[in-house]
């Protein structure tokens, strides 16, 4: 398997309040997203990044042993082949490249992959 290279967008940070520090090279990037704006965050879970872990095909839901084992494809550990989150945020404000966003589960310093509007037409599948 051919491996490929991510590159970093920016960092999550977590000091009371929980923003996305986005790095300078990437601030036109920002152009066009708003306060109150719902956006999917995707995120690589750089702490649970080993080759061991990235071995792990079944965990206990939600850490707890009293759980049956399922698929990490079913699960939304953080353990799994490719350690990558998704999260679906609403910005609370901008600050140059900072974006303030509701509370997620994230460590501070966690690397940010990507940022994509949040469409409904297109996020939540029709029928459901």
């Avoid at 900072?98 to 996020?123: C, M, N, Q, S, Y």
Wanted: some cysteine.
């Amino acid at each position: 398997m051919k491996k490929f290279e991510l590159i970093p967008i920016g960092q999550v940070h977590k000091d009371g309040e929980t923003f996305l520090e986005i790095y300078p090279e990437f601030a036109e990037a920002l152009e066009g997203l708003n306060e109150g704006d719902w956006i999917k965050l995707i995120l690589w879970f750089h702490k649970s990044d080993t080759p061991e872990k990235r071995k792990t095909l079944k965990v206990h839901p939600s850490g707890d042993p009293k759980n049956p084992l399922r698929g990490v494809f079913a699960t939304r550990s953080p353990v799994r082949p490719n350690p990558i989150a998704i999260y679906t945020v609403k910005i609370v404000k901008i600050q140059g490249t900072r974006i303030f966003i509701t509370e997620i589960d994230a460590f501070d310093g966690t690397p940010i992959v990507d940022i994509k509007p949040f469409v409904k037409e297109l996020d939540c599948p029709k029928g459901i």
